[in-house]
Protein backbone atom coordinates (compact mmCIF):
# COMPACT_ATOMS: atom_id res chain seq x y z
CA UNK A 1 0.00 0.00 0.00
CA UNK A 2 1.09 3.81 -0.06
CA UNK A 3 1.55 5.28 3.06
CA UNK A 4 2.43 9.16 4.10
CA UNK A 5 4.21 9.44 7.06
CA UNK A 6 4.95 12.91 8.59
CA UNK A 7 7.66 13.44 11.55
CA UNK A 8 10.73 11.93 10.95
CA UNK A 9 12.13 11.69 14.37
CA UNK A 10 13.41 8.95 16.44
CA UNK A 11 10.20 6.77 15.84
CA UNK A 12 9.25 8.19 12.70
CA UNK A 13 11.78 7.47 10.40
CA UNK A 14 12.08 3.93 11.72
CA UNK A 15 8.43 3.39 10.71
CA UNK A 16 9.44 4.47 7.29
CA UNK A 17 12.23 1.92 7.22
CA UNK A 18 10.06 -0.66 8.42
CA UNK A 19 7.34 -0.11 6.01
CA UNK A 20 9.73 -0.16 2.92
CA UNK A 21 11.36 -2.91 4.23
CA UNK A 22 7.33 -4.78 3.80
CA UNK A 23 6.92 -3.51 0.13
CA UNK A 24 4.63 -0.57 1.15
CA UNK A 25 5.12 2.58 -0.65
CA UNK A 26 6.00 5.15 1.62
CA UNK A 27 6.14 9.24 0.99
CA UNK A 28 7.45 11.11 4.14
CA UNK A 29 7.48 14.54 5.24
CA UNK A 30 9.58 16.56 8.23
CA UNK A 31 9.72 20.01 8.79
CA UNK A 32 13.44 20.05 9.28
CA UNK A 33 15.13 20.37 6.32
CA UNK A 34 18.34 18.54 7.84
CA UNK A 35 16.12 15.88 8.54
CA UNK A 36 14.65 15.56 4.98
CA UNK A 37 18.37 15.80 3.55
CA UNK A 38 19.92 13.34 6.22
CA UNK A 39 17.31 10.91 5.32
CA UNK A 40 17.18 11.50 1.61
CA UNK A 41 20.72 10.52 1.68
CA UNK A 42 20.00 7.36 3.21
CA UNK A 43 17.70 6.40 0.48
CA UNK A 44 14.61 7.22 2.24
CA UNK A 45 12.02 9.19 0.07
CA UNK A 46 11.29 12.53 2.04
CA UNK A 47 10.28 15.44 1.13
CA UNK A 48 10.36 19.24 3.00
CA UNK A 49 7.25 20.71 1.60
CA UNK A 50 4.06 19.49 2.93
CA UNK A 51 2.22 20.74 -0.50
CA UNK A 52 4.07 18.57 -2.46
CA UNK A 53 3.97 15.55 0.14
CA UNK A 54 0.24 15.81 -0.39
CA UNK A 55 0.68 16.07 -4.40
CA UNK A 56 2.20 12.73 -4.20
CA UNK A 57 -0.31 10.74 -2.54
CA UNK A 58 -2.89 8.28 -4.71
CA UNK A 59 -6.50 9.27 -3.11
CA UNK A 60 -8.00 7.80 -0.93
CA UNK A 61 -4.76 8.96 0.95
CA UNK A 62 -3.28 7.23 4.03
CA UNK A 63 -1.30 9.50 6.23
CA UNK A 64 0.63 8.60 9.33
CA UNK A 65 1.60 11.57 12.03
CA UNK A 66 4.48 10.96 13.84
CA UNK A 67 5.27 14.49 15.16
CA UNK A 68 5.14 15.14 19.42
CA UNK A 69 2.07 15.23 21.09
CA UNK A 70 0.41 18.65 21.97
CA UNK A 71 0.59 21.33 19.87
CA UNK A 72 2.48 19.98 17.00
CA UNK A 73 0.11 17.26 16.36
CA UNK A 74 -2.90 19.14 16.35
CA UNK A 75 -1.10 21.87 14.24
CA UNK A 76 -0.48 19.33 11.86
CA UNK A 77 -3.60 17.91 12.19
CA UNK A 78 -5.39 20.77 11.38
CA UNK A 79 -3.37 21.71 8.65
CA UNK A 80 -4.06 18.17 7.10
CA UNK A 81 -8.17 18.56 7.63
CA UNK A 82 -7.61 21.77 5.51
CA UNK A 83 -5.66 19.60 2.53
CA UNK A 84 -7.42 16.03 2.68
CA UNK A 85 -10.40 15.05 0.77
CA UNK A 86 -13.49 13.09 1.84
CA UNK A 87 -12.23 9.03 2.19
CA UNK A 88 -8.65 10.04 2.75
CA UNK A 89 -7.10 8.80 6.69
CA UNK A 90 -5.00 10.03 9.11
CA UNK A 91 -3.25 7.85 11.93
CA UNK A 92 -2.13 9.84 14.58
CA UNK A 93 0.51 7.24 16.36
CA UNK A 94 1.91 9.70 18.96
CA UNK A 95 0.99 9.70 22.72
CA UNK A 96 -2.06 12.20 22.33
CA UNK A 97 -4.29 12.13 25.36
CA UNK A 98 -7.53 10.17 23.67
CA UNK A 99 -10.23 12.97 24.87
CA UNK A 100 -8.52 14.75 21.46
CA UNK A 101 -8.91 11.84 19.71
CA UNK A 102 -12.93 11.84 20.13
CA UNK A 103 -12.85 15.76 19.26
CA UNK A 104 -10.62 15.34 16.03
CA UNK A 105 -12.41 12.20 14.71
CA UNK A 106 -15.96 14.42 15.31
CA UNK A 107 -14.09 17.66 13.30
CA UNK A 108 -13.27 15.52 10.94
CA UNK A 109 -15.94 13.54 10.30
CA UNK A 110 -18.27 15.93 8.21
CA UNK A 111 -15.74 16.51 5.90
CA UNK A 112 -15.90 12.53 5.11
CA UNK A 113 -12.10 12.31 6.55
CA UNK A 114 -10.98 9.30 8.41
CA UNK A 115 -9.63 9.37 11.40
CA UNK A 116 -7.47 6.31 13.50
CA UNK A 117 -5.79 6.87 17.20
CA UNK A 118 -2.99 4.28 17.27
CA UNK A 119 -1.00 3.73 20.60
CA UNK A 120 2.55 2.46 19.48
CA UNK A 121 5.09 1.26 21.65
CA UNK A 122 8.53 -0.03 20.63
CA UNK A 123 10.18 3.06 21.08
CA UNK A 124 14.06 3.02 19.00
CA UNK A 125 13.93 -1.02 18.79
CA UNK A 126 10.95 -1.08 16.71
CA UNK A 127 12.98 -0.96 13.52
CA UNK A 128 13.88 -4.65 14.54
CA UNK A 129 11.17 -5.83 16.82
CA UNK A 130 8.74 -4.44 15.18
CA UNK A 131 5.60 -2.10 16.96
CA UNK A 132 3.14 -2.99 19.47
CA UNK A 133 -0.34 -1.53 17.74
CA UNK A 134 -3.21 -0.33 19.83
CA UNK A 135 -6.44 0.62 17.47
CA UNK A 136 -8.96 3.29 17.81
CA UNK A 137 -11.42 4.27 15.38
CA UNK A 138 -13.92 3.06 12.51
CA UNK A 139 -13.72 -0.51 12.54
CA UNK A 140 -13.68 -1.18 8.28
CA UNK A 141 -11.15 1.66 7.87
CA UNK A 142 -8.82 -0.04 10.45
CA UNK A 143 -9.36 -3.59 8.38
CA UNK A 144 -8.95 -1.55 5.30
CA UNK A 145 -5.41 -1.22 6.28
CA UNK A 146 -4.65 -4.29 7.77
CA UNK A 147 -1.91 -4.57 5.61
CA UNK A 148 0.20 -1.63 7.07
CA UNK A 149 -0.31 -2.56 10.69
CA UNK A 150 0.56 -6.17 9.98
CA UNK A 151 3.63 -5.06 8.70
CA UNK A 152 4.80 -2.75 11.47
CA UNK A 153 3.75 -5.29 13.94
CA UNK A 154 6.17 -8.15 15.65
CA UNK A 155 4.38 -10.40 13.71
CA UNK A 156 5.33 -14.14 14.59
CA UNK A 157 8.22 -13.06 17.30
CA UNK A 158 8.64 -16.41 19.13
CA UNK A 159 6.77 -15.42 22.26
CA UNK A 160 4.92 -18.49 23.35
CA UNK A 161 0.90 -18.51 22.50
CA UNK A 162 -1.07 -18.31 25.73
CA UNK A 163 -2.69 -21.77 26.14
CA UNK A 164 -5.83 -21.60 24.22
CA UNK A 165 -5.31 -18.75 22.19
CA UNK A 166 -6.32 -19.27 18.41
CA UNK A 167 -3.95 -16.90 16.37
CA UNK A 168 -4.97 -13.66 15.21
CA UNK A 169 -3.84 -10.01 15.23
CA UNK A 170 -3.48 -9.69 18.87
CA UNK A 171 -1.13 -12.85 18.87
CA UNK A 172 0.99 -10.93 16.10
CA UNK A 173 1.31 -7.60 18.38
CA UNK A 174 -1.92 -5.28 16.65
CA UNK A 175 -5.17 -5.17 18.15
CA UNK A 176 -8.10 -3.40 17.13
CA UNK A 177 -9.63 -1.56 20.71
CA UNK A 178 -12.49 0.19 19.85
CA UNK A 179 -14.06 3.37 18.35
CA UNK A 180 -12.42 7.38 18.51
CA UNK A 181 -9.92 7.55 21.33
CA UNK A 182 -10.16 3.91 22.23
CA UNK A 183 -6.38 2.97 21.07
CA UNK A 184 -4.81 5.78 22.91
CA UNK A 185 -6.58 5.00 25.83
CA UNK A 186 -5.03 1.50 26.37
CA UNK A 187 -1.55 2.93 25.16
CA UNK A 188 -2.23 5.50 27.97
CA UNK A 189 -2.91 2.51 30.72
CA UNK A 190 0.21 1.12 28.76
CA UNK A 191 2.28 3.95 29.58
CA UNK A 192 0.87 4.24 33.04
CA UNK A 193 1.61 0.48 34.02
CA UNK A 194 4.75 0.99 32.58
CA UNK A 195 5.83 3.73 34.85
CA UNK A 196 4.64 0.98 37.99
CA UNK A 197 6.97 -1.33 36.49
CA UNK A 198 9.88 0.66 36.02
CA UNK A 199 9.40 2.11 39.77
CA UNK A 200 9.56 -1.65 40.83
CA UNK A 201 12.75 -2.81 39.29
CA UNK A 202 14.10 0.70 40.40
CA UNK A 203 13.50 0.59 44.17
CA UNK A 204 14.34 -2.86 44.85
CA UNK A 205 17.42 -2.44 42.88
CA UNK A 206 18.16 0.74 45.03
CA UNK A 207 17.99 -1.87 48.37
CA UNK A 208 20.20 -3.87 47.24
CA UNK A 209 22.05 -0.55 45.98
CA UNK A 210 21.84 0.55 49.53
CA UNK A 211 22.65 -2.83 51.55
CA UNK A 212 26.81 -1.88 51.32
CA UNK A 213 26.01 1.20 53.63
CA UNK A 214 28.52 1.43 56.51
CA UNK A 215 25.40 2.25 58.96
CA UNK A 216 24.52 -1.21 58.37
CA UNK A 217 25.50 -3.86 60.55
CA UNK A 218 28.89 -5.66 59.26
CA UNK A 219 27.08 -9.12 58.75
CA UNK A 220 24.64 -7.83 57.08
CA UNK A 221 26.38 -5.57 55.13
CA UNK A 222 26.41 -7.00 51.21
CA UNK A 223 28.18 -5.56 48.36
CA UNK A 224 26.14 -6.53 45.62
CA UNK A 225 27.19 -6.78 41.68
CA UNK A 226 23.49 -5.39 40.44
CA UNK A 227 24.73 -6.30 36.78
CA UNK A 228 25.01 -10.08 37.66
CA UNK A 229 21.60 -9.96 39.77
CA UNK A 230 19.70 -8.29 36.76
CA UNK A 231 21.01 -10.67 34.85
CA UNK A 232 20.30 -13.87 36.75
CA UNK A 233 16.79 -12.34 36.96
CA UNK A 234 16.48 -12.71 33.08
CA UNK A 235 16.78 -16.11 33.06
CA UNK A 236 14.26 -18.07 34.72
CA UNK A 237 12.81 -15.92 36.98
CA UNK A 238 8.65 -14.46 37.03
CA UNK A 239 10.19 -10.99 37.20
CA UNK A 240 11.80 -11.31 33.65
CA UNK A 241 11.02 -8.72 31.36
CA UNK A 242 11.86 -6.42 28.02
CA UNK A 243 12.46 -3.87 30.87
CA UNK A 244 15.26 -5.73 32.77
CA UNK A 245 16.74 -6.78 29.99
CA UNK A 246 17.51 -2.84 29.08
CA UNK A 247 18.24 -2.41 32.68
CA UNK A 248 20.79 -5.43 32.53
CA UNK A 249 22.20 -3.95 29.93
CA UNK A 250 22.89 -0.23 31.28
CA UNK A 251 24.38 -1.74 34.41
CA UNK A 252 26.79 -3.89 32.65
CA UNK A 253 27.84 -0.64 30.76
CA UNK A 254 28.40 1.76 33.81
CA UNK A 255 27.47 -0.41 37.36
CA UNK A 256 26.77 3.28 39.04
CA UNK A 257 25.11 4.99 36.24
CA UNK A 258 26.94 7.66 36.80
CA UNK A 259 26.37 8.77 33.27
CA UNK A 260 22.69 9.71 34.69
CA UNK A 261 21.44 12.13 36.83
CA UNK A 262 18.42 10.83 38.22
CA UNK A 263 16.26 13.74 36.14
CA UNK A 264 13.01 11.63 35.50
CA UNK A 265 10.38 13.16 33.20
CA UNK A 266 7.06 12.15 32.92
CA UNK A 267 5.23 12.80 29.12
CA UNK A 268 1.77 12.59 30.09
CA UNK A 269 0.72 9.30 29.83
CA UNK A 270 0.96 8.49 33.68
CA UNK A 271 -0.66 11.63 34.60
CA UNK A 272 -3.90 11.00 32.61
CA UNK A 273 -3.72 7.38 33.81
CA UNK A 274 -4.27 8.64 37.22
CA UNK A 275 -6.87 11.31 36.00
CA UNK A 276 -8.77 8.48 34.50
CA UNK A 277 -8.15 5.77 37.73
CA UNK A 278 -9.68 8.89 39.50
CA UNK A 279 -12.38 9.68 37.31
CA UNK A 280 -13.89 5.56 37.16
CA UNK A 281 -13.17 5.44 41.14
CA UNK A 282 -10.39 2.91 40.89
CA UNK A 283 -7.79 2.66 42.99
CA UNK A 284 -4.25 2.86 41.50
CA UNK A 285 -2.04 3.18 44.35
CA UNK A 286 1.07 2.13 42.72
CA UNK A 287 0.64 3.37 39.32
CA UNK A 288 -0.11 7.09 41.36
CA UNK A 289 3.21 6.77 43.42
CA UNK A 290 5.08 5.81 40.50
CA UNK A 291 4.04 9.28 38.79
CA UNK A 292 4.78 11.28 41.57
CA UNK A 293 8.42 9.37 42.15
CA UNK A 294 9.15 11.22 39.18
CA UNK A 295 7.89 14.38 40.40
CA UNK A 296 9.95 14.04 43.21
CA UNK A 297 13.03 12.76 41.24
CA UNK A 298 13.52 16.58 39.63
CA UNK A 299 14.10 17.99 43.70
CA UNK A 300 16.55 14.94 44.84
CA UNK A 301 17.95 11.89 43.39
CA UNK A 302 18.55 8.28 44.48
CA UNK A 303 20.09 5.57 42.79
CA UNK A 304 16.07 3.95 41.51
CA UNK A 305 15.94 7.02 40.13
CA UNK A 306 19.12 6.93 37.77
CA UNK A 307 18.03 3.17 37.18
CA UNK A 308 14.26 4.61 35.74
CA UNK A 309 16.58 7.31 33.69
CA UNK A 310 18.67 4.37 32.01
CA UNK A 311 15.80 2.80 30.99
CA UNK A 312 13.89 5.70 29.56
CA UNK A 313 17.35 6.21 27.77
CA UNK A 314 17.42 2.38 26.77
CA UNK A 315 14.06 1.81 25.06
CA UNK A 316 12.85 5.38 23.87
CA UNK A 317 16.28 7.04 23.62
CA UNK A 318 14.92 9.63 25.72
CA UNK A 319 17.89 11.72 27.15
CA UNK A 320 17.61 13.65 30.19
CA UNK A 321 16.86 17.52 30.60
CA UNK A 322 20.26 19.77 30.81
CA UNK A 323 18.57 21.44 33.85
CA UNK A 324 16.11 20.20 36.08
CA UNK A 325 12.31 21.53 35.18
Not at 37 to 45: D, I, S, T, V
Amino acid sequence: MQIGVIGLGRMGANIVRRLQRGKHECVAYDADASVVGRLAAEGLPAIGSLADFIKQLAAPRVVWVMVPAGAPTEETIARLGELLARDDVIIDGGNTFYQDDIRRAGALRPKGIHYLDVGTSGGVFGLERGYCLMIGGDRAVAERLDPIFATLAPGDDGVARTPGRKDGRATRGYAYCGPAGAGHFVKMIHNGIEYGMMQAYAEGLDILHSASKASLPAERRYDFDLAEITEVWRHGSVVSSWLLDLTAAALLENATLSNFSGVVEDSGEGRWTVNAAIEEAVPAEVLTAALYARFRSRQEHTFAERVLSAMRFKFGGHVEPSHKP
